[in-house]
């Protein structure tokens, strides 16, 4: 038995008994060990028992949610967090679709993939529920991004220079899904790489090492625009934000100095030819396999006017070869999907859809800005500047799913989950607190003292003493 399997093994192992044992948000940390690892399709999986442990752990998060329910839902209650709500009305998008789908089979197994994903969001978020929980969920992932940036550089790019066989769970074979899964661990890196200690820089060096290099090796166009927008942002916040710590600024420059050194080093001829094909040539066509994009995205608009309410999942590829025109395109038919987050859940769901999905999303950014605020408040930097980080780890990855169809991806979802996390433990449980003692105060300062029983309050004894007398 291999080296990797035998690790996992163990991991898997001390996971379950840390549930047992430590904590319910252990489910939670193992469910993100097994999505990054994807022991399944790795070379040493066949060396392990056939599991569905990915379904284990589900079921570890919900008994070790059903156990405490009521002790976690004082401290993380659903109702508080309007991205909540509106993850549920996108779900419910889905159900509503069965009825006009136009590719059923391929509805039903996404639809069925996303109502689980949704569910482990639910129960991860009440498990997350202090700051060393939520930071613990933060560093698995980016401990799962640095394995998964080794395990491509021991792989090597293929005979098209991409890699091929590195993705977890929800991105089978694509590089270019695997590497957008990536982005939002450089941005957060960052700022560790700021904010941290000598230990957590070290840590930190050895992990952007391995996740830069698997994001060069993947010569994804979509991941780079994503880290330049995600990195570009955070820099710009730590450089002309108004909550400044001492060599602040000095940081920022430091930081890109040594990305830019980094570029150099670690990338070659291959892929700065493959970002070559950003720009348009003469004819205003993309380079490789980015012609025609523009035609796939605008195609969405035709389809949604015969289909106002959407297709369903996968139905934009059964119309598509009467919307899109051929000449366009160098996509065989079997590849004719949007290329776009935003145009996937258009032409799955419609206007609708796409006004929900925005709606989720501005839900989450607005109560983190709440929070942001709070913790300055409170006179936290370091705290604000790592939801910030969080907000721009989300903004890269939506920066690269805008050229690939991610709505139900996993990594959107976990950056989701992290800022609604965040604002929970920094914001909502400080009111919560504040309430509560508020609560506790208030009878106190409003109480009539009542007479006991048998006695007369001071105005009618006195009275009783006057008569007697």
Known sequence: MSKFAIFFILLYAGGLLAVLAYNG????????????????????????????????TSIMMLLALAFKYQEYSKLSPWRQQPVFRWMLVFLLLHFIAYFYALDPIAHDRFTGYFWRLVVVMFVAYKLLNTEKLL?????????????VGYYGHSMGRDNRGRLSGIGMVDTSGDSNLAAAALVPAVVIL???????????????????????????????????????AGASLFVCFMLFSRVQKARQRLTAAVIVVAGLAGSVSLTDDTFWQRMGTLQADEQGQRGADGRGR???????FDMIKDYPMGMGIGGYSVVSGAYLDRSKTNYSIERRVPHSTWFQVLGDFGWLGLFVFVGMLVSVFRMSHKAKQFVIKQGRPEIYHKIVALECGLVGFLAAATFIDRARAEILFWMILFLASSANVYYLQYLAREKLIQAEKMPRAGRVQQPRRGALVPELQQNAKTIKE
């Open 25 to 56: 948000a252990a489910a939670f940390f193992l469910y993100q060990i097994v999505y990054m690892m994807n022991p399944e399709d790795r070379w040493w999986g066949s060396e392990i028992p056939a599991l569905r442990y990915s379904f284990i």
């Open 135 to 147: 930071n613990i969920a933060i560093w698995m992932y980016l401990l799962g991004a640095t394995y």
């Open 190 to 228: 960052i700022y560790y790489a700021w904010q941290g200690n000598w230990k957590t820089r070290a840590l930190v060096f050895i992990c952007s090492a391995f996740v830069v290099n698997v994001l060069v090796l993947a010569n994804s166009r979509g991941a780079f625009l994503g880290v330049l």
């Open 294 to 300: 523009l035609h796939f995205w605008f195609g969405t």
